[in-house]
Each structure stands twice: as C-alpha cells, then as structure tokens.
C-alpha cells in the first residue's frame, strides 16, 4: 500500500478535515503536500455530495442535499519541478471504496454507494455554491472565492472528466499551467457509463486513489498538447463482447425538427431510444434511465458526417442482465429484472 | 456463396445495370427481386461515387466528380410478408471487395480503394443531384423525384448509418415501414472510424454484401422500436487493447465561446487535438485528418452531464502505427510514418 | 484479390491438377512456382480428403475414404533468395471457402463443410498412404518416396499445426531449411477448437489463402527461432467474454491411476468433463465430442507445477449456444440444441 | 467491505493464528466458522511459505526454506446446508495483498512479492511436511496426519489450481464431497502465467480474499460435475491483443526422440524455445524462466491430433514488455529489458 499523503477522516465533512477540501481551481490554492517525479501515493477522498446522502431508502436526502458543498476535492498535491509548459504523467494505479472501520461512520463507499435523479429545480442551485480552497484564508481566500474556476465541469486543465475508461490501469499526460503542477482528486465512481447521462449517474462512493506520477519537461510544446489532457486506458475494465445498440439521429421528434449535425441531440434519442427498449422488459423509465447512468455502457459518434443528421449510438452490454435481452421472436421476457453484474 | 439475388456490372455504371440503382427512400421504388425471411443471398455493389475516382495519383478525379450520380443503392430486395410494423432482421454475414476479373474494369474495391478530403464549395453540390428510383418510370418515378428522401443521412429507415461497427458478423433490427421491407445496400467500406470525420472518410470500395434476413412480425410495438433500428454488433473486428485518447470540450478556443453541452464540438475538439499531436510525428494536417477518418478509432461522448462542458474523446489504437506514437520524454520518432495495418 | 499462383479445378483430385498435390515434405519436392519476397499471392486447395466426403446425410463415405490420397497440399512456392538459416515471414491475410462456380463440382467448401469422428481401425490406416512429390517423376520421385516426411503432423519445419489462431491476420516466422523455403498450403478449416480433438475435428473445407511473404535474413540465428516457427495470431478471431471452463488433472479415474504431470492426460480428462457435462443438455456423446472438436474453444496447460498432477482446461464460450449452458439452480434447459454461431 | 470470517495477523506463523492454518484436505479438519448461502465474506492468508522469505536481495532465504511448513490454507469455511452430491458455487469477488499496518511486520503482500526458482535437491523436500489440521488435536489430529491429502496438488475437490483466469471476477462451481462443504483458501499470486512453470512461478503474495457463496443442491448430478470442479472465469484480467507465440512439439531434440502426443514435452519444448528467444534479448535464462512463470503468459493445448506429434504453443503478450520484442529486419533491441506492466 502505497503512503497516504492526503488522508480523510470518513466520520467528518472535507471542511473540518485537517487539510480541508476545495471545489475551485485557482493558482492560489495552497498545495496539501508536495511529492517527487517518480513517486506513488495514496489519497483519500469523500463522496461528491460529502456524504450527505444516507444508507436509507428515503428520497428525502436527495431532495435536501446541500449543493453548496458539493465536489470538495482531497489535493492539491504539488510534484517537485513541475512547470508550466510540462506534461503531468498521472497513472491512476488503483482505486477503491472506504476502507475504514464502520465506527467512523457510514459514509457511501463503506459497504454501499448509490446513484440519483435529480429534480431540474434542484440542479438548478448547483453552480451557487461558496468558494474554498483549501487552507486558504484571508485575501487569498478572498482571491480564490472571485476568481476561482469551479471543479465540476471537464476543463483546459483536466477537471471533470466522468469518461468511464478513466480508471485503474490509466495514463493520464495532464498539461501543466501552473507550478507544482497541484493535482488533486475526488468524485470516485464504483461504475458508470459514457456521458455519466443521468448527472448523479454513477455509483457514487468515497475511497481511495492511488496515483503515480512523472514528469515530461517541455511536453506541452514537445507533443503539442495545449487545450487538453491526453490518456491511455487501462486495460482491466470489464471486458463484454456482446451489445445491444441504439441508435440516435439529430431529430426531434416531438416537434418533427432536425437540427444540423448536433450530436447531443443524436445521443440524448439513442438514450430515449434505449429506455423505451428498456421498457418492454418491465422497468420503469426512471430505472431505465438509473441504469444507463451506472451501467458500463459506451456512448459512439457514429456519423457525424452525412448531412444533415448526426448520428450517435448507445452500446449496452447484454451480459449485465441476467434475463435475455436480445429482441427475438418469443417477446420480452423479464421474470428477474435485476443486472447480473456491474463490476467496479 | 450464397445466391446474388443483385448482380452489378463492374464495368458499367450503376444507370447502365439490368436494375438500375438508386439513391432516393420512397415506397414507389420498385422492388428488385423478392427474397424468403430465413434466406441468405447476395447484393453486388459499386462504390459511393460510382467508380469516378480513377486508381491514379492526381487530385482531379476528386475535384471532378459529378456528385449528381452518387451514392447509388442496390436493391430494393422486397422480403415476402413483411408489413409496416414488424421488425426486420437483417445479418450482415460477410462483406468484401470486388471479386470481378480484371478485364471488366479497374473500380474502386478491385485491389485498391481511396479515401479523400472534398473542397467545401464541391461538397455544396452534394444535394443537387438526380433523383433515380431504380427501374421506375414515368409518373412513378416523377413522384419519387418529388417526394423521394435521399440516401446520404442517417434516417429513422436507417438510412446511410456509416457507424464503424456495422460490419461482419451484425444483426440489425429494422422497423420495416413499407409492404416487402425494401432493404438497399450500398456506400462499402473497407475500413472506418467512428464518425468517418472527413465526409468521404472511409476507404471506399465497390464489392458484395452477403444478408441473412429474417422477421420479427410486429416487434415494432413490442420492443418499442419505432424511430430508429438497433443492431448488436459483431464479434470479429480488429480487437485493439492498448489506446491514446484526446479529449475535446464544447469551448471554441478560436473564438473563446463556451457552447452548452455540445457534443458536436466536443468531439470536432477531440479530432483536432489529435490532428495536432499527430503534427508532431511529421504527418501533414490533411494526412492526420485522412488518417482519422478511415482508421478504426472510437468516438466516444464521454461526459454529458457536467455543465456546461460536452466533453468527447477519441480512442486511437496504437497498434496501428509501426512506431512509438505514445508520449514518452525522448519525445516523438517517427522515421517511418506509414500504419503498420488497418484490417477490413 | 491478389494473383493466383497455384490454381485449383475443385472437379478434379489432387493428382490430376495442372501441378499434383504433395504429401510429403522433401528437399526435392519441385517448386510450383517462384514468388518475391514482399509480394502477395494467391493459393487454391482442395479440402483434406481431396473431396471423397460427398454432401449427403450418408456416413459410407467416411467409412470407405481412402486415406492413402489423403492431406494433399498446394505448391511448394518458392521464395527469391531465402536460404537456411533464414526466417521466411508468412502473413496470413486472407483465407476462405471455395469461390468457384457450382458447375465445377460440389467440393466441401462450396456452400457447405464437415466434420467427422473417425473409427480406430480406419485413421489406422492412415499413415500407410503414398507418397507424392508434386511434378517430381522418375528417380525424384523414388527418392521423395523413401525420405520424405508426411505432412500430417506438426514439424520442426512447421508441418501441419492445427492451431485454433493461425489464421487470418497472423504473421508466422518459419525457420529456413532449403533453398527457397518452399511453402506450402492446404487442410484449411472453416473453424476450429484448440486441439482440433476429434482428429477430423474441425470444418473441413476446400479454398484459397492469401500469403503475403517476407524474409528475415539470417534470422534463425539472430533470434534463436531453430526447431520451430513462431507467430503473431490475428486480431480478429471471433470474441468471446464469457466462458465455462472444464478442469482436466492427470488422474485416470477409470482405472484410478495418477500420471506423474501428464498434460495429454489432464487435457482429456478436461475434455471428458466437458462430454459428460454437455450429455446434460441433451447432446449424446458423439454430438458433444464433434462440437468441442470444431467449436472455436481454448484448451490451456493450466498448471504444470504442483506435483503430481498436471492440471489442463477446456475452455468454452457459451455465446456459442443459443440456449443457456451456464449451471443454475433451475437445472439444465436446451429446447434447442443448435449453436447459435460459429464465425470463420 | 465483507466481513473478515478468517482473519491472520501477519507478524505471526500460521501454526500460533488464533485459529491455525492446515495443509491436509480430511473431512475431520474442523471448520473454522460457518456461513450461510448467498453470504459474503473475507479470508486472509499468509503466503504460501508462510513469509520465511524476507524482503532482502539475499539468495539464502529461497535455498533455507523449511518447505515442512508450507502451503498453509486459511479455514475450512463451512457453508450450512452443503452436503455431498451439491454444487458449492463460490465467486471470487475481489482479492488483493495484505492491508495490515507496517509495524505488524513486513510479509510478502505488504508492498512487495516475490517469484522463485528452487534447486531440485530442496524442492524435493517438498512432500515431507508436517501434517497440520486446523484446531484439530487428539486423536483426529493423528487420523488427519496418517490419512489427510495434501494441498499442493490440483485435486478432484478442487486443491491447489494455479490457474492464471481463477481470479477476481470468477465463479466456481466446486463438487461437494463432505458436509458443510469445507472452503479453504491461501497461496495468492499477484500475477501469473497459465502453468506457473516455476514451481514457485508466480509473484507470491499473502493478503484477502472476498468470496460469496451459494448451493446448488444435488447439482453433481444434475449436472455431471463428479471428479473436478468447473469454472467461469472473470472479465476483468488484464486484456491483451497482440502476441508473440512460441510453438512446441513432443520432440526431445536432446535425444532426439519422439513421445507420441505428449503434451507436457510440447509445453516444455515450447517454453525452452520462448526461453531461447528471449536470451537474444539480453535476458539470463534464469531471467527468461521467471518472467514466463509470473508474467500473464497462454499455455495452449494447440493440437493433440495429428500423430504422431502433440504441439502446444505459449502466448506472450508483447505489451509487457517495455521494448519491442517482435522479430524483424531489424534484430533484437532492447536497452531497457524491464516489464512494462504486469497487472493484478
């Protein structure tokens, strides 16, 4: 096990941890701890909401939900002689949910997870939240709180990524912007699919990441990586070869209007297409749409090349289902509606 | 080899043919031949642009191509007893160049095939072309001139669909919307990515297509499949483990706009982050776009949740390149820049 | 379609081609024809049997095959310049059945292969058959005849390998023994299992390879490759994810013996579990032992290690059945028995 | 995570655990705890020689191995309700090395393993162990020593599989031979290859492992699963696509003889030759051996049919190599001879 250099207490919230967590992105957040080129770590992260969802089956909790502390991140972590101009090698060695003794809570990660809908109203408060940054006070406290780059989307500098490939096995080739590099982490998923699609989609969890870095002096410019982090995936992602796929063009059908190559509108009706499938075999649409949030579905731009229609597809492995989900001559059958295994 | 119920002339033009082909979707055009659900057969094909494109080395058969004649289907093959409302099964059990002696010509798909990079202002002329309904005359066929909707998209009919995987080995559901399902096939690849990015992206060949087809009788309600078909993919493409992805977002950094959640420039993001690295090895811009379009990458909408950032990415398998195209601190070698093999 | 350099009349035996098939392999075996390195090319054969096995439901023509004609292949080519000492590269770039019209004959390939199960009395007979040189004629002839090796088995000069992988998309480097090298090709199968167990196991057929070759001079030093070939297989074998695995130790339980680490003995013992597993299902003996023969299963010298038991597996996927094969509380349930898809 | 059933504290010998290890299989070794079907839950392990190897560059370590204590499995679990005649149906759900603080010692599993070769005269030692039986004492204490199987080999219950797939992601099905069923585990690999050539071949770790338990009762019979268990691999090992095979014959060119299909002679003839191989590469062939043993390496059963000849073939996947070990014009180059990645 490689050493903890940001360690989270899961009984507590990231603002009372020792070094306390940041949903902005700004020069001046203070660095957590600084480690080598070459070196492994651990760092130890809570939930995106920080745990204020419970291991209960009320509704209520999402409802109530705090947004204005979500996405605190552990980091950031600074590596020695990082530059602007450098690539940040990142390789995500392992990650996994809480591994604390039960008396220090019940955190999601500690035996459970779980994913959501969220009603447009509540999402809606979502970019209102209050600033921080770490052990940052004062005027740079003040700084960070004006000009801070919240942590929730993907960015220039990596951000939010929710690909599903980016996980145990990755390489990631961070270009650096600012000195010491400061990578942080958080928002562990146990499972999801492309595009994340239901917001809260994945199976949110706390835990722990492992990470190994390494330095390219100058490979920002060297291999012309400006805008965007480069990766390699990993290779022990859970291996199907076997899918359903559906299909989407740029149409919407409800008010029989096509807009000019949009692949977002091509992807979100190979999801509707997919839940209405889904349908046939007893589930609900809101569990439909749970399942292509959390499940290891793969989100394709197919076409985007025959005007005037887009096309995108939605890969869904058959062998997650523990019934026979292929169309056949015999109807849907659904006795058991439950996934057979959606491995992390 | 299974019977060629649609036989092509390699040496004639798609208007010269015993049926001739077309390129309009109307339920006036005339069916071919009739064909039995649970019978294979086979459709001959020519190239999309009917073999202008010359196998030579000068740019003027692209700049001089009359897209009035393009993408010319063969078929319709009517299938006995399908009705509005059922799903059709279609296999694709095999796919292939031409197989014609040399003397009846030299198409595209007789050794060689070609892919291409079209000026803006030719593309233009793209949807002014003829329209064609296969044996049709008269009022018919001045009808489906009128009314005749064009092959080139992807349609709720299925339409050109030009998704990587749509190959060797796939079933495909079609809802059937006509009396005799009228299945057409046409537009061969021999090799794709996702998106096929460069509008003529793939390596195009004239050749066969070999079908199983089958019904599925009013699976369109059953399974909820009214807009669009779905497919389960094969088993037997290039199988690739080890991929440098690039990721876009929906930020135009040309103009420094934010575009909400728009996965079409996400992924045209995506695609110029690679051509830019790709630069870096001594490819020429216009020799990376090529190179994307017709080599089996993965488009993936990777992230459509976090607003306001689209984030897409694409999967470029290594494997394909006979050097080192992986970010390494020796920095990029390339003494030879061809790909080491794109398989059909 | 790269130009054919042994042609084949698929009306007519081995002995009676324009050049005669060969069963043996000898330094003197005449070449067919002469090839350059880094050219591709064409090779047609007939099936194992040289076609005695008729298309009908009879089983008289295995009974009566006459194996004295039997495994005769096409060529040798010769290769400009290869020498011993050499490596001769081979890529497999293209294999299929017979593309020949129907008049010419009903050779298995031709819409239509097989597989067998061979008494003992008959395969033993197998080795009495006659020797063959091709063109070779006179005191050649006698000498091939008295020296030269059969091509049934597997050989230090590759000989007849049987290996489920070697197949389209594989590059073999062969050792250089002769002048020449002299390759050649034949027994092609449509599909495979790892151990081909039946003897006659796989889907026999009749025609054609595309090779393309290459040389490596000097390499059976350069890389120690002396007493056997070594190879690359393809990318496109069909994928499979999921599989159930039979486990095989050197223990003969009929007669309750241990074999001190015998892995022929574990393997079988692998593939009876598997036998009498399928039984199960409805299959009789003779039907589950065909279809692990031709079934495109892995077979795996799991553990060679723990003394004294070797231990082998059977490993087979069950996307191949269309029933579910997988053991369950339920119990076995096969209403129908077929595969649901064996690809070339 | 699962609750630990079996728990080992690694600064101690399995002979003064709270509950000793075993390394008999007997109906009479008592069960350390019961489980119930359709339960989760978590064993530890020491590693197989109970850590007598230390962390250290020292050779004396492997060549002083008192082998009287090794192989000591952490159990038997019984499962209630398991009698002779059902299917003990176990998953394996997550394995992994040891998670105990520093200063309980420092295990193979804590950061660290090892893999080995073991000279023939120590390794002969190897089945002159003490025999050991959990909490037994007495007079079942003695009828285990007289009467008790040993662990090492793969048995018909089961036993030491060494098996590369039979890890995170599998489901076994075990033939229960013994009320309550009786599940024991111990000797984790970190990585290995299919055969664990070495003896001692794979990267030796203690540490959990996560199993879930069911029964399918009288499944023996219902499904013929008498004499070996059989399993479902998982889908997360690591995923190769490209490698370089070794073929081997049942040929001693040594002597120059001939065993008739003798597979375990092929598998070796093919490692020696893989072994030769890789000596061009700059590696000992002491090196060479121990990276076939522990790296994820294909043993396969490749042809067992055409006499007299068995032919197996070995699969190195290339990407573990951190240079490019195909053949080529080129020879061999390999400045850096490290692995690249070996996986868990």
Same sequence: chains 1, 2, 3, 4.
Wanted: charged share 20%; aromatic share 8%.
């Amino acid at each position: 096990m490689p050493e903890v250099v940001f360690s989270v207490d899961q009984g507590k919230s990231m603002s009372e941890q020792a070094v306390p967590g940041h949903n902005r992105w700004h020069p001046d957040v203070p660095v957590a701890t600084m480690v080598r080129p070459g070196s492994d770590f651990r760092v130890e992260c809570r939930e995106w909401t920080d745990a204020q969802i419970g291991n209960n089956d009320s509704a209520n909790d999402v409802r109530d939900v705090d947004l204005s502390r979500a996405h605190m991140l552990s980091g950031p972590i600074g590596v020695e002689g990082a530059e602007p101009g450098d690539l940040l090698v990142v390789d995500i060695l392992d990650l996994g949910p809480v591994q604390a003794p039960q008396e220090f809570g019940d955190a999601p990660g500690q035996g459970w997870g779980y994913t959501g809908i969220f009603a447009r109203e509540n999402g809606g408060g979502f970019l209102t939240d209050n600033s921080l940054g770490g052990t940052a006070t004062g005027e740079v406290a003040d700084r960070i709180a004006r000009e801070g780059a919240r942590t929730v989307p993907a960015r220039e500098n990596g951000g939010n990524h929710d690909i599903k490939n980016f996980t145990r096995g990755s390489r990631v080739f961070y270009p650096v912007h600012v000195n010491d590099a400061k990578l942080s982490g958080g928002d562990l998923h146990f499972s999801q699919g492309d595009g994340e699609i239901t917001f809260c989609g994945a199976i949110e969890m706390g835990g722990f990441i492992d990470f190994g870095v390494d330095l390219i002096k100058g490979g920002m410019e060297t291999y012309a990586v400006t805008t965007n982090p480069i990766f390699m995936p990993g290779n022990v992602e859970p291996r199907y070869s076997e899918f359903l796929t559906f299909i989407g063009i740029s149409v919407d059908h409800e008010n029989d209007t096509n807009e000019y190559l949009n692949a977002t509108l091509a992807y979100k009706r190979a999801c509707l297409n997919a839940v209405e499938y889904l349908k046939k075999f007893g589930y609900s649409g809101e569990q439909a749409y749970l399942l292509l949030g959390s499940a290891p579905i793969e989100g394709r731009v197919s076409g985007i090349v025959d005007i005037p229609n887009a096309c995108c597809s939605l890969y869904l492995p058959t062998a997650i289902f523990d019934f026979d989900v292929r169309p056949s001559s015999a109807g849907p059958v659904s006795a058991d509606r439950g996934m057979a295994a959606i491995s992390s």
